[in-house]
C-alpha cells in the first residue's frame, strides 16, 4: 500500500480496486442479508399467505380470508398451548437464570473438582432429547422412577405424580427443559463473572463493603449484557421447543402439554390442516415480536450509548 | 396453480435417473426387527424381477415423521416411488393428481376378486386403483390373562353390560383391570371399541364413517361415553403417556387382567414365550363377536419421470399382492393377508380366528374401519374426534357435554 | 468470607454443588445403568439401580445389530453418514459468522443495526414452518434430498446464531486497534487476518461447538432434507427407537442413544474448559 493511498482512504482515486475495497464489507455480508431475507422473511411471508388459503394437504394457492384464523382462536386445543408457552415460557427463562446464575457463583467461590463439576452441568446440552427423552421419562414416571425408588427407601408418604396429571404436567417439562438449558446459562454467567475486573471488588472491601453488597451493587449489574444474552437464547429455546414435549410427554396426557410448536407441526403434518398450522405459526410470530422488539431495541440503544 | 408448478418441477428434474435397473425408492416406517424383517423380503422379490430397491425408513408415530418427509419430498419435486399411506388420506393424495394409477396390474392379477369390496373401495381414487394393500390388523381385539381372572374369580366380559362386575372382582382381588397407555391414539382405540361393542356395527358405521350427526348425538352415544367414563375407573392411575407394550407387559406378567389393543399386541406374547389359548387369550372386545375393525397398511404410488418407472412400480405393486409375501410378511407382523387365496396353515390360532372373522364379515357385513387408526374419515376430523375422546377420558366432563363437543368435532373439515 | 477455610458458607456451597450435580447426572446414569442391563431385568426392577449382570450385548447390537430400517446394521454406517454433513456445515457457518461479525463491529455500514435485529429476529420462526418452502427451493435449486442440500439449510439457519456469537465478541476489541491500522493503509482481509483472526480463538472454539451440537443433534432437517440412504444418525436412532407396533428392547435403545451422543458429549468433556474460557474472553458483552 502506498503513502498516497492511505493519506485519502475515502478513495480520492476511484479506481476499480478501491471501488471493490471500499464495497467488501457489504459484499461480505450481502450473501447472508440475502439468505435472510430470503429464508427467514420471505418464508415468514409465505407462511402468512398459507394462513389465508384453504391449504391441507399440500399448499394450494386460493384466497380464502382470516377463515384460518378464525377456527384456530374457535379451537380450544391452541389456547391451552398458548396457556402452557406462557407458564412454561416464563417459568422456563426465569428458572434457568437464577439457577444458571446460582451455579456460576457457586463454582466461582474457587472450589476444588471445577472441572468435573463444570462437565457435568454443561453435558446436558451435548444430548437431544431423542436421546434423553426415554430416560426422562422414566425418572418422571411414579411408578418406575423417583417416587418409585423414594417410596422404596422407606418414605412411603413421597408422592411425584405431575407426569400423570394434567394441571401438573407441563411444569415436568420445565423441569427437564432446565435441566438441559441451565448449564449454557451457567458458563455465560461464570463468563462474566471470570471478566469482572479483580481490582474493583478488592478496592469495595477495602472500602468495607460485605460480600452481598458488592454481589447487588457492583457484580449484578455489570453482568448486564449476559442476562440480555442468556435471555435471548433461553427466549429462542422456549419458543421452539418440540423435542422436549414430543420426547416427554407426547403433548399428553390428552393435549395437556401442547405447545404452539407441537400445535403447529400436529395439524400442518399429521392432519393435513397446512393452512391452519401456518396461522398458528403467524401468530406465534406475532407474540414473540411483540415481546422481544421493544426488549431488544431497548438493549441495543443502551449498548450503543452506555 | 400449485399442481403446475408441481408439474413444471418434475418436468425439470425429468431424466435425472440414471438407466438401466429401474430404481423402486419406498418410503415406510416398519423399523422393527420382525417388520424389518419382512420388508427385506419384499425387496428380495422386488429385486428378482429387475428393480433396484432404495430404501427409506422414517419412523415415529403411527407415520407422522414420515409423512413430514413425504410431503417435503412431493413439493420438492422428488417424490419416491412408493410411500406407507394409509385410510382415507389415499383420497387425499389423489386429489393433490400426484399418484400414479395401477388398474392395469390390479387388471392382470385380478384384485377385484380377491379384495373385499370395503377395502378395495379406500385403494382407490375416482374408481382406479392408485394403492397397494400389505396387511389387515384387527383392532377390536381384547386380550386375557386368563391366570388372573381366575385367580379373582371373574368371567371374561361378553358384553360391555358384563364389564364392571368383572372389573371390580379383579380389582377387588388386588389386580389391575385393565392395562392401558394414556396416550390419545390408545385413548382412541378402547373408545371404537365400545361404541361398537356398544352400539353395534351399523351404528359404528353412522357415527365414526357416515358422521351422521343423528348418531352422533343419540342416547347410544351418551352411552358409550358413559361405558368409557366406566373404563376409566379399572386402570391404574400411572396409566397416562405409557408406550401400548408396556401395558402389554402388564398382562404378560399377571399384573393386569385384559388389554384392548390391535392384534400388533400379540408380537409381545411371543416375544415372552407365551402360547395363545393357554397363556394368554385373544377374543374380540365385549359385544364385538361379529364384527371386525380393520386396520390396512397400504402403499401409495407416485407418478414417476422415466420410461422404465410404471414397469416398477407394478413389480413393486405385484410383489406385495403375492401369495408369497403376503404370507410371510404377515406371520412376522401379526396381522394376517388381506387378499383371498393365502394359505393359513403356518399362522397361529389368533391369526386363524381374525382370518376367518374377516372373511365372514367381509360376506355378512360388520366390516368397518378403524377411526383410531385414520382408516375412517380424512385425518382432519380423525383429529378432531380424537381430541374430544382424550380430552374427556382425562378430565371429569359430562357424557351430554362430550356428546355435543363430538358432533361439532365431527363437523371439522 | 470465600477465603478457603471451612466455614459454614463453604459447606453450604459444597453441599448445594453435591446436589445439583446429582440432579445433572440422574438421566445419564439412569441410560447407562439400563443400556447394561438385560431385557428382563430392565422390566421387571428399579431403573435407577445398578445392573445385577452386566451385559455388553445391547452395545454391540446397537452399534452393529439393531434394525434401523429394512436393513439390521446397527447404527455404525450413519455415524459416518453424519460426520459427512456436520463438518462441512459447522466450518462454512463459523466463517461465514466471523466475517459478518467483524463487519457489523468494525465495518459498520448504514443499517448494520437494523440487519442484526433483523437476523436475529427472523430465526424466531419456528422451523416446522420453514419446511416446505424451503424443500420447494431445494428442488428449484436442484440440491434437494442431498448432503449438499443439508449443508445448506444447516448454513442458513446457523447463521443468526454464529453472527451473535461473533458480534458480540468483536465488540470488545478495541475499535483504536483498526482505526490505526486503517490509517497504516491495511485493507479488509488484512486486517481480518493479521489483527482479528488471531484474536479469535475462544470465540471459534464456542461457536464451533455450539454449532457442532446444534447440527449433530438435529432431527428434523436431518429427516427431511438428507436422502433416504444417507440419512444422519439421529434418524437412525429414531427409527430404532420409534417403533410404533414391534417389540421394543429398551437397553439397546439406552446404549444407541448414548452411542449416537458420545461425539457430542465427547466434545463438551473435553473442550468444556475452552468452552467457559472463550465466552469469558469477551463473547457475552452485549
Redesign the interface.
Known sequence: MSQAQTLSPAGSRGSWADAVERALPKIVVAPSFVACVVFFYGFIIWTAVLSMTPSRLLPRYEFDGIQRYVELFGNDRWWLALQNLAVFGGLFIAACLAMGLLLAILLDQKIRAEGFIRAVFLYPLALSFIVTGTAWKWILDPSIGLQKVVNDLGFTGFAFEWIKDPEMVIYTVVIAGIWQSSGFVMALFLAGLRGIDDSIIKAARIDGASMPTIYRRIILPSLRPVFFSSFMILAHIAIKSFDLVMALTGGGPGFASDLPATFMYTYAFTRNQIGLGAASAIVMLMIVVSIIVPFMYSELRRSRHG | MFKLKLAAIAVATLGMHAAGAAEVEVLHWWTSGGEAKSAAELKKMVEARGNKWKDFAVAGGGGENAMTVLKSRVVSGKAPTAAQVKGPSIQEWGAEGVLANLDSTAKANNWDGLLPGVVANVMKYKGSYVAVPVNVHRVNWMWVNPEVFKKAGAEVPKTWADFPAAAEKLQKAGFIPVAHGGQPWQDFTVFESIVLGVGGAKFYEDSMVKLDPKALSSPTMEKVFDTFRSVRKYIDKDAANRDWNLATAMVINGKAGMQFMGDWAKGEFTAAGKVPGKDYLCLAAPGTEKSFTFNIDSFIVFKQQGADAPKAQSDFAAAVMSPEFQEVFNLNKGSIPVRSGVSMAKFDDCAKTSAKDFADTAKGGGLVPSIAHQMAVPAATTGAIQDVVTSFFNSSQSSKDAVAKLAAAAKTK | ??D?KWGPW?IT??A??IY??L??????T??LF?SIKDLDEL??G???AFPSKITFEPWVKAWSGA??????EGLSGYFWNSVSFVVPAVLISTI?GA??G???TM?R?KGA?A??????????????????????????L?I??STAGLIFVHV??G??FT??FFR?YY?SIPYEMIAAA????????LIFRRIVLPLSGPIIVVTVIWQF?QIW????FG???SS??RQPI??A????????????E?NV??AA??I??LP??F???VA??Y????????????
Open positions: 468470607m470465600d478457603k463453604r456451597v459444597y448445594l454443588l445439583c450435580v440432579y445433572y447426572l440422574l438421566p445419564l439412569v441410560m439400563n422390566k421387571a428399579n431403573i435407577m434394525c434401523t430400517g429394512i436393513t439390521c461465514i466475517f459478518n467483524y463487519v457489523l465495518w455500514f443495526d440487519f442484526f435485529m433483523l437476523l436475529m429476529l427472523g430465526c424466531f420462526i419456528p422451523f416446522q414452518a420453514i419446511l416446505l418452502p424451503m424443500a420447494q427451493t431445494l428442488g428449484v436442484g434437494a434430498n442458513v439457519y447463521l443468526a453472527t451473535l458480540n465488540v486503517r490509517i497504516d493503509g491495511a485493507g479488509f482481509m451440537t443433534n438435529d432431527f428434523l429427516v427431511v432434507f433416504g440412504e439421529t434418524v436412532l429414531n427409527n430404532l427407537v420409534n417403533t410404533s407396533t414391534g417389540v421394543k429398551y435403545d439406552m442413544a448414548v449416537a451422543a457430542t458429549l466434545v463438551y468433556v468444556g474448559k468452552f467457559v474460557r472463550g465466552l469469558t474472553a469477551g463473547a457475552v458483552k452485549g
